[in-house]
């Protein structure tokens, strides 16, 4: 295998998208993902010098809405979901020190 | 013909022909779930109590006049990853396991607009990232061919389900094959329409530039249909694309003749089943014979599209993925220790395993340092691909070639090597890194009795030539034995 | 000799724009609703919700762009910042790295070293986050998304600045740029306006820059001032003292006159920008540039030369009143109602100005009208009221809008020029202060300021104190 994904490489990458592995799946994620880098990259086989990045495959663009207020007062149900809500609002563990 | 043997063609005309009743036709398909549904699992939520409501409302519409249209009081599953108001929509995955949207979907709005009965919420793979169903955190579905064996996914549940005939058809999404692969596992016709034809607002996004919402039906003339009722401009979904030759019906033309067909060596290589190959082959035969004009060609790239996809969509996917957090909807851990441990532990309990590898796949390839080797690279291959299929395009008027290399496999084979589980969507991948139109119809089973599917592949917006040669070729093979509990 | 310091300043400055609807959703963005009244499924990051831009937020941003002599970037797109936090609901920010809107642009700002140009680096345009509130009684955070989705503007400039004093005339210039452009009404006390200061100090003469550090939490003039006073200091300390600068986000403390680090090990600050596939490219032509550059305003220099010749007024009126565009609307269009224009000077220098400071408000919350301006000046012009009288209807224009010929009617607040009914209260007024006409007659002549004074009193303040006094005169 050509990637070997260190420890801090993965407890880096779990701190990015907030994940916490146990010991076994960090184990299983080092050698999954390094087999997957190994994968992707066969992509270097390809010279794509001078190829332009493609985000959208055809040319839509610039698609706008007007200025104009369309939403009323839905706090209700934008809340219904919610694991704790409190005074109209969402609840999430203090913030502040 | 009884009702669940119909099509949803068929069944919307008896309906209209006060032959049956919506409430006829609910009450059947809600028994033949309530009968085959323990060995299936086609659907994470069965809305029985909704479906009866709706179909009593809908047979008042009809009887009114006010819905006409070849749909009405046909009963749809839906695919548990587009939002439907008020009815639990999950993912299948355990981070939205109580989440009830407050909305429903452009392309559900469109169906109900129609006069659709939603019987439920369909099973897949957790967010829609998997080939067989298996990783939904609600238990697996069972191919209706073969219950040893896999539907196929993301969307195998509403493949399953039309095959199983606990639907009359449904909608799935395809993001590098979804829709394609399990309708040709269960031996069912469908489309995965060109980017921007059907809204993506209440799809909840696995990789947002490659997904699609599209039929999974009984045959071309349902699959036609349907995609003239959820086509739609949506000005809520940026992406989304005004197109005024949506009337798709108009190409149900049993006609091939002059039809340019090129088929990919590159999808005939190693690691095609013969099985597979023998029945493709011999369907491309079938348009031959009626005049089409087929010839092989390289397509090149072919072995480029699955890494090109599997960085695309895991980038988009890790990004799209971040909003569920324990904060506004869904799961929450039960204990934790300040903000960020809420957090980890929300998410790592929340998700499968399936669905954590590509967000820490996709997290690392846009992380500093790899943008460019990775993620920017993937692009600029992306850009090569599509090259690739616009030089086809000039010659041919449709690609022909297999859905999958082989038929359906067992249940826990695929889960245990990754990399050979996204091999088996070499296939249908391209068409979404692509942007293109790709169809799904059943055009042989194999010594283990399960079906083959043949793959469609057209250029942007050219939708209709791939239900026109679909359709001369249905007419061809003739009807396809469904399988389910009869 | 112990060595000479430089210190070289780069702001980030956020503007909120003043759309009626958020960045890219239909929600309003009006102030004081009560928690999460003013979201929808998309400003909440809900399941399946997508973004489509608002247009206005485009043309804002453009025209700034092209008041502060930016290039403008006719292919732009929206990248998304993943971070996660709750203000943030989606837990990634759409903004602009890659492709941002406006590029390459300049000010020129003037302090009492003289003129300088400070360069802009680049605009964005951007989502706000919402606001999160601390609940002492459960101890935990709420989140109240009212202001996510709000849209904004990050202006950033280049490393120019040398002082706090050269840092707040670049912000009075954008402030002053952006309001004439009615783009925002930038008022830092309220956060519609905030600047991240990043600091670094060199020794004078170096080429190479200092390590930075980038401050936030600065919302007034003075705390900006204060805090890059503090921070220069502290970063020549550590030098002195042969310790490095570290490159952080600092947090000042305008209480205690200090900042500290916002460090957190699970704040990897890699942000993972990518383009936004929710969004589709912005593609501007040149016709598109043309209009918005057409419609541009006259900006406070041009304004202030036009005053200058127009009118006659004091160059530090017109100063004052061109240093707010809205003021500058309201003295314009009274004008252009047929005041004159040395009396609506006077009435915005003094009256109004007293309220505002009176009042703790802003330029920009002046509500009277122009209309109601110029009728109360022709009430005074016509001796319709008195001067005192005209202060009391104009507090009460100040407070509501009020009508002041509707209002002095109704009130019975008229001068009465009636010569019978004055010259006899002024009688009574004689005849009931022996004392002061005694004092009068006996050549005191500041005791007719009393009676007269009696007389208005008399009155209920609805005379001529001009016709009282000569009455006063006759009759003595």
């Known amino acids: ?97 | 013909m009884s009702i669940l043997d119909m099509t949803a063609v068929e069944l919307a005309a008896a309906i209209r022909n006060k032959e049956v009743t919506v409430m006829e036709a609910t009450e059947a398909v809600l028994a033949q779930i309530e009968k085959s549904e323990s060995k299936y699992h086609c659907y994470v939520t069965v809305d029985k109590e909704g479906a009866l409501k709706q179909a009593a409302e809908v047979q008042g519409k009809i009887d009114a006049g006010e819905l006409t249209g070849p749909l009405a009081g046909v009963p749809v599953a839906i695919k548990d990853n587009m939002c439907t108001e008020g009815l639990l929509t999950t993912c299948s995955s355990k981070i939205l396991y109580n989440f009830i949207p407050t909305f429903s979907s452009e392309a559900v709005l469109n169906l109900q607009k129609a006069g659709a009965v939603i019987l439920g919420k369909t099973n897949m793979d957790e967010f829609a990232m998997g080939s067989t169903t298996e990783t939904s955190a609600y238990g697996e579905t069972r191919n209706p061919w073969n219950p040893e064996h896999v539907p196929g996914g993301s969307s195998g549940g509403s493949a399953a389900a039309v095959a199983a005939n606990e639907c009359f058809y449904a909608l799935g999404s395809d993001t590098g094959g979804s829709i394609r692969q399990p309708a040709s596992f269960c031996g069912v016709v469908g489309l995965k329409p060109t980017y921007g034809t059907v809204s993506r607002y209440g799809l909840i996004a696995y990789g947002s530039s490659l997904d699609q919402i599209g039929p999974l039906c009984k045959d071309v003339t349902d699959c036609a249909t349907i995609m003239e009722v959820i086509a739609s401009h949506d000005t809520k979904d940026s992406t989304s694309v005004e197109r005024n030759d949506t009337d798709f019906t108009s190409a149900l033309v049993d006609d091939v003749k002059g039809m340019r067909i090129g088929i990919p060596r590159d999808y005939f290589g190693e690691g095609l089943d013969s099985e597979v190959k023998d029945a493709v082959l011999k369907a491309a035969q079938v348009l031959k014979d009626k005049g089409a004009i087929v010839e092989e060609f390289d397509l090149s790239l072919v072995e480029y599209a699955i890494p090109t996809y599997y960085t695309i969509a895991a980038a988009e996917a890790s990004s799209n993925l971040e909003r569920f957090d324990g904060i506004k909807y869904g799961y929450r851990t039960e204990e934790y220790e300040g903000l960020h441990n809420m957090y980890k532990k929300s998410r790592s309990e929340g998700f499968g395993a399936e669905v954590k590898r590509r967000i820490m796949l996709g997290s690392f390839v846009l992380s500093s340092g790899y943008y460019d080797a990775y993620y920017l690279k993937a692009l600029r291959v992306k850009a090569l691909i599509k090259k690739a299929f616009d030089e086809a395009f000039a010659k041919y008027d449709v690609i022909l070639g297999p859905v999958a290399p082989t038929t359906a496999p067992k249940l826990g084979e695929s889960l245990s090597d990754p990399i050979k589980m996204y091999l088996g969507d070499i296939y249908t991948i391209s068409i979404n890194l692509a942007g293109l139109p790709g169809l799904s119809i059943p055009c042989g089973v194999d010594t283990k009795g399960l079906p083959i599917g043949l793959q469609l592949i057209g250029d942007c917006f050219n939708e209709k030539k791939l239900i026109q040669t679909a359709y001369a070729y249905e007419k061809a093979r003739g009807v396809f034995g469904r399988k389910g509990d009869k | ?476």
């Open chain 3, 1 to 476: 000799m112990a060595k000479q310091y430089e210190t070289v300043i780069g702001l980030e400055v956020h503007v909120e724009l003043a759309t009626k609807t958020k960045i890219f959703c239909g929600c309003s963005t009006a102030f004081g609703g009560d928690p999460n009244t003013h979201t929808c499924p998309v400003c909440t990051g809900m399941p399946g919700s997508l973004p489509v831009l608002n247009k206005q937020v485009l043309e804002y941003a453009v025209a700034v762009g092209l008041a502060t002599n930016c290039t403008i970037t006719q292919y732009c797109k929206f990248d998304r910042k993943n971070y996660f936090y709750p203000d943030n609901p989606q837990n990634y920010q759409i903004s602009q790295l890659y492709l941002p809107i406006c590029r390459n642009g300049k000010v020129e700002i003037e302090t009492e070293k003289g003129k300088k140009f400070v360069g802009i680096h680049e605009i964005h345009m951007e989502e706000d986050a919402g606001k999160l509130i601390h609940d002492e009684w459960d101890d935990v955070s709420l989140v109240d998304y009212n202001r996510s989705g709000v849209p904004l503007i990050e202006i950033v400039s280049e490393p120019d600045m040398r002082s706090a004093e050269e840092v707040i005339a670049y912000l009075e210039k954008l402030r002053m740029t952006i309001q004439y452009l009615g783009a925002s009404d930038c008022k830092l006390q309220e956060g519609s306006m905030r600047a991240d200061v990043n600091l670094s100090i060199r020794e004078v003469g170096a080429k190479e820059f200092g390590t930075r550090t980038e401050m936030k939490n600065l919302n007034s003039f003075k705390a900006i001032a204060r805090a890059i006073e503090g921070e220069t200091e502290r970063q020549i300390d550590l030098l002195e003292s042969g310790e490095k600068v570290v490159q952080e986000t600092r947090r000042w403390d305008d209480n205690k006159g200090e900042s500290y680090a916002m460090r957190s090990k699970e704040d990897a600050q890699d942000y993972r920008y990518f383009p936004d596939p929710d969004l589709v490219p912005i593609v501007l032509d040149d016709a598109f540039l043309d209009e918005i550059r057409a419609k541009q305003p006259e900006f406070r220099e041009e304004k202030m030369a036009r005053y200058k010749e127009e009118f006659d007024i004091p160059e530090y009126d017109i100063e004052i009143i061109t240093g707010s565009k809205h003021m500058a609307d309201i003295f314009e269009a009274t004008v252009a109602l047929g005041s004159q224009p040395k009396k609506v000077s006077n009435w915005l220098m003094v009256e109004t100005l007293r309220l505002l400071k009176e009042k703790n408000m802003d330029s920009e919350d002046i509500r009277f009208s122009p209309e109601n301006l110029a009728k109360l000046i022709g009430l005074t012009d016509t001796k319709a009221i008195n001067s005192s009288v005209a202060k009391e209807v104009f507090e009460v224009m100040f407070e509501q809008d009020i009508d002041p010929e509707k209002y002095v009617e109704e009130k019975g607040l008229k001068t009465v020029n009636d010569e019978g009914a004055l010259r006899k209260t002024v009688e009574e007024v004689i005849a009931n202060n022996p004392q002061s006409v005694e004092d009068y007659r006996n050549g005191k002549e500041k005791a007719i300021g009393f009676l007269v004074g009696q007389t208005m009193k008399a009155m209920k303040g609805k005379a001529d104190p001009g016709m009282v006094n000569q009455l006063l005169k006759e009759l003595l």
């Open chain 1, 1 to 97: 295998m050509a990637n070997i994904i260190s420890d801090e490489t993965i407890d880096y990458v779990g701190i990015l998208a907030k994940l916490e592995l146990s010991d076994e799946e960090k184990e299983q994620a080092k050698k999954d993902m390094g087999s997957m880098l190994d994968y992707i990259d066969k992509l270097g086989e390809l010279d794509t010098e001078g190829v332009e990045p493609m985000s959208h495959v055809f040319p839509v663009k610039n698609v706008f809405r007007e200025d104009i207020v369309t939403n009323g007062d839905i706090r209700e149900e934008i809340l219904k979901n919610a694991p704790g809500e409190k005074d109209g609002m969402f609840v999430v563990p203090r913030t502040f020190e």
